[in-house]
Structures are given as C-alpha cells and as structure tokens.
C-alpha cells in the first residue's frame, strides 16, 4: 500500500499528529482496531468500507468516510480492495474544534462526513480531493478545509493541558490531583472532557496506559504477563485480561498469536504498528 503523511502546519500541528494518504490493497478485507487515545477522521475516495463496533451486531457501510471520536473498546474496519482515501489522526483534544455536537455524542458511534459537515460540503471536498494531481496536492486540501472549519470549543485549553500531563505519564496520574492543579471541580473537567474528548479523564488514561503497556510488549519475544500487569500498575492480572479483552477484543495470548501473524505475513507493511487482522 501507498502511504504518504506530515504533520500539518500552525495552527493544526496542535490539534493533530498528522494528516495522510492511503492507497492500494489492504493486508487483510477486516482488520480490528484497538482502543486508543486517537480521534481519527477518513475522506473516503473509493468503495464503501464497513465498520462494525463493540456494541453493533452487524457492520455498517460508510461511503463518503466516517468520523471516529475516542473509541472505549476496540472495532472492526472493513477495507474495500483496492481502497484510496486521505484522513486525519487527532490528538485526543484535536477533534472537537471541527464538531457541531459534543465528542461524546460520537463515543463508539462513528458518523459519516456528510453527517458531520454536511452532505454538499462533503461531495464537494470528495470531488476536489479525487482530482487532485498528487497526494501532497490532497494533503494541502484537506489541511485548508479544515483550518477552515475551525471553530472556538469551551474548555480546550484546560483539556489539552491536562490530556499532555495524562499522556506524559502513561496514564499514571492521579486524576483528582489534576483538577486540584487546574484549580477546577472534578464535575467541571469531567463535563470538559466528554465535550471535548469524548470520554472522561480517567478513561482517558487508562487508554494510555493499556496503549503504552500493550505497544512496548515484544511480541517476538517469551512473555510473561503478571510481570507486563505488575509493571503497568494493575492490581492483578485478572484486571489487566479484562481491560485487555475490552480494548482489543482479544485475550493477551490470543493478540500476540495475531500480532506475530501480521508481522509474519506482512513485514514492514505501513499499517503493521496498530491494526489486527481480524479475518
């Protein structure tokens, strides 16, 4: 697959990690995405592809491209073959400037583009991106449409703040000594959070915990779990299996045969450092 990203520039770089293009044939039709600390926006320019979350019995088909807020438990994405888009990955405050509704509204609940800009506004940014010249050229466009659309969100700096000191810790901070430290109520930073964010504070470190725990596992290597849990702070390993079923939809062994099967499959793939085969 063709993959081309950058991080964008001021006043973007702030609220996202980058922005991208992806083309070609997937590694696998359906691959399981993780829970993770990671808004994510996708302008679809080919087929239709399917998502299917925790709580949905069927998968649905999103033509134009779907908008994902802070997801708390891992889905299913269906790639068409071959598949072409361009999209975005948020910081976890980053994607709230561009929403008409709270990012909790979107929480395991992923909307297409046209619900939330608006079915000529997403024809049109589909059409400009489908006859661009090169990738770059679409990444340009993107980054212009969406400076465009930024707008003031209530609460972003003390959410932004706060989600860095969550993130830098790996998600080992204590929550209440954070508002404590922002001279805020529990009840106003939680309330900030969930428009914002999507989830709560102390959601949103446990997936930096699980995430940072789980991404420095080498899965090449024998693993020995209770010392993986102990190490990230969890009370015992039954709790680290439940939240590691909840986030991946996967037991710890049952990931690790899954991991070392992409990387075996698909070595240096440009999807190979998050998503799961799930076929």
Same mark, same amino acid.
């Given at each position: ?29 359906? *691959? ?6 990671? +808004?994510?926006? =996708? ?7 399917? %998502?299917?979350?925790?709580? #949905?019995? /069927? #998968? ?21 073959? +071959? ?8 910081? +976890?405050?980053? *994607? ?5 509704? #709270? ?10 583009? /046209?619900? =939330? ?21 679409? *990444? ?23 989600? =860095?000191? %969550? ?15 922002? !001279? ?18 102390? !959601? ?45 939809? *996967? ?23 998050? +998503?799961?085969?799930?076929?």
């Amino acid at each position: 697959m063709d993959y081309v990203s950058r991080v964008p520039g001021p006043p973007l770089d702030g609220l996202i990690d980058d922005i991208y293009y992806l083309e070609g044939t997937p590694p696998y039709s359906r *691959l399981m995405l993780p829970a993770a600390p990671a +808004p994510l926006l =996708i302008v679809n320019l080919g087929a239709p592809f399917l %998502i299917r979350t925790a709580t #949905a019995a /069927e #998968a649905v088909h999103y033509a134009d491209g779907c908008v994902v807020a802070t997801p708390t438990r891992a889905w299913e994405f269906g790639y068409p073959t +071959p598949t072409r888009s361009v999209g975005v990955h948020f910081k +976890p405050w980053g *994607l709230a400037p561009f929403l008409p509704m #709270a990012a909790a509204e979107l929480c395991d609940r992923p909307a297409t583009v /046209e619900h =939330i800009w608006g079915q000529r506004a997403a024809a049109e940014l589909r059409h400009r991106l489908t006859t661009a010249d090169a990738p770059h050229d679409m *990444l340009r466009m993107l980054e212009d449409e969406l400076v465009r659309r930024l707008r003031p969100v209530d609460g972003l700096d003390l959410v932004r703040h706060l989600s =860095i000191a %969550i993130a830098e810790t790996g998600g080992a901070v204590p929550i209440n000594d954070l508002g404590v430290a922002a !001279r805020a109520s529990s009840t106003y930073v939680a309330k900030r959070f969930k428009e914002v964010v999507g989830v709560t504070p102390k !959601r949103l470190a446990r997936s930096y915990r699980f995430t940072f725990t789980v991404l420095a596992i080498d899965v090449s290597a024998p693993i020995d779990w209770g010392d993986v849990a102990a190490a990230a702070g969890y009370f015992d390993q039954a709790h680290f299996v439940h939240e590691f079923r909840e986030f991946t939809g *996967l037991t710890p062994t049952r990931y690790v045969e899954v991991r070392r099967r992409f990387l075996r499959e698909h070595p240096e793939h440009a999807l190979e450092g998050w +998503p799961l085969p799930a076929d």
